[in-house]
């Protein structure tokens, strides 16, 4: 049997922390795909392109089974139409758990069939988000513990552009 799970996120931008969740499913499951989402409603900083191709680069050395695809829309559907089984979640701290909770339960209801896995970061990256790694970058703090080598890099020239972001 072929196991297919998908890695849903905002990705924006993809962290070391995000970057050890797939790492681990990548070792799982026989097909990962990691999904950004593509959300109208929000601005990110980086466009969805940025985000896949950045991810892209990131994931480069996991084997050809991971896999690096936009979706708009949810989850379940995204899941569905890869033919997988799973999703798969980071979790960070006992703080990550309750939402996670009821996003894993919300798909439930709406797909029986697709289990949410939740894997745990390492330690040392339990502290990161793309949110905080944002915020440090904007205000000259060292970003490199928390992001892959080419985010942190294209963070760096994101906010040279625009350094009121
Ligand atoms: O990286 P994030 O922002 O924590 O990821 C959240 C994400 C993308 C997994 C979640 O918002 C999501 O699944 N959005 C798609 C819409 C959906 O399926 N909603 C119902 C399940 S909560």
């Given at each position: ?9 905002s ?9 050890d ?7 799982l499951?026989?097909?990962?795909v ?21 991810i892209?680069?990131?994931?480069a050395?996991?084997g050809e ?9 949810l989850t379940?559907?995204?899941a569905?139409?890869?033919a997988a ?8 701290a006992?703080s ?12 439930r209801?709406?797909?029986p ?8 970061t ?5 502290y990161v ?20 080598g ?16």
């Open positions: 049997m072929t196991r297919v799970a998908v890695f849903p996120g990705f924006d931008p993809m962290t070391n922390a995000h970057l969740v797939a790492r681990r499913a990548s070792g499951f026989d097909r990962l990691i999904g950004v989402l593509n959300n109208p409603k929000k601005e990110p900083l980086f466009a969805i392109g940025e985000r896949v191709a950045l892209e680069r990131c994931v050395d996991l089974h991971v896999s690096v695809v936009a979706f708009d829309g379940v559907d995204f569905r139409a890869h089984g799973f999703i798969v979640r980071g979790l960070r006992v990550d758990f309750e939402a996670e909770l009821q996003m894993a339960l919300t798909n209801k709406l797909a069939a697709i289990d949410t896995t939740f894997l745990m390492a330690l040392e990256y339990g988000s793309s949110s905080l790694a944002k915020e440090v970058a904007r205000f000259g703090g060292d970003v490199t513990p928390m992001l892959p080419p985010v942190a890099e294209a963070l760096a020239d994101r906010l040279r552009m625009t350094p009121r972001v």
